[in-house]
């Protein structure tokens, strides 16, 4: 089947501005306010969050920092995060041939998806992606911080780590950057929150795939299928940002945790 059309911003206008002016000027001020890392090297992969920009935007900032005068070194994104409104086993791809935001479109890496569209995880399912926020919100920080650039976005719904990881092995190259969109704990009180945050922030550092759980991290299974290809290309994760939405909006009754990484 072939690549059908433009899939139209999902959340824009709620969970970023739908105005284009507007969403350069807040996404190169996260970007630009980030706090510094000392972490200079162009990374391999991130894990950045997915949460209103409000929230979990100037965590995601931290990520996509390191991205800037990257020049044409990244010419493809492999973007996984999590399925919340679609119940599935596997990968899912679309037969989109671009995504849309406000800052224009973003094109799908039809070759790409060509090379694992055979593999048994992999399927098309539209149902995953036509509402799905975890991916599009990174659109624009990948808009502003890349030039040319194309995806291969992927919605994981269950999936073990050694699935996403051959997933990953197969489009894998030193212009690729894969993404992975996941927030942390959820509605926790503050305190219990950076416990937990903390906690699974070690697993990450120490590419712990087979002990993350699903109520560490949304994105579990997309993340833990990233460490899993981390560990066996002998890369090492560096904690960039770990707060929550006590820190950034909103009450300390009642948090999400969001932490940003980059794997060099």
Sequence with gaps: MELSNFREPAVAGMFYPSDSDTLREQVQG?????RPSGQPLLPKAIIAPHAGY???GAIAGSAYQHLLHSGQSIRR???LGPSHYASF????LSHYQAFRTPLGDVPVDTSAVQRIQALPQVQFLEAAHEQEHCLEVHLPFLQIALDNFSIIPLVVGSATPEAVAEVLDLLWDENTLVVVSSDLSHYLDYTTACTVDARTCGKIEHLDYAHLEPEEACGARAVAGLLKEATQRHLSATTLDLRNSGDTAGDKDRVVGYGAWSFN
Excluded: N, P, R
Excluded at 89 to 92: Q, W
């Design 54 to 56: 409000i929230y979990s």
């Design 77 to 79: 994104v492999v973007l």
């Design 89 to 92: 086993s596997g990968l899912a």
């Design 30 to 34: 996260f970007i630009e306010k980030a």
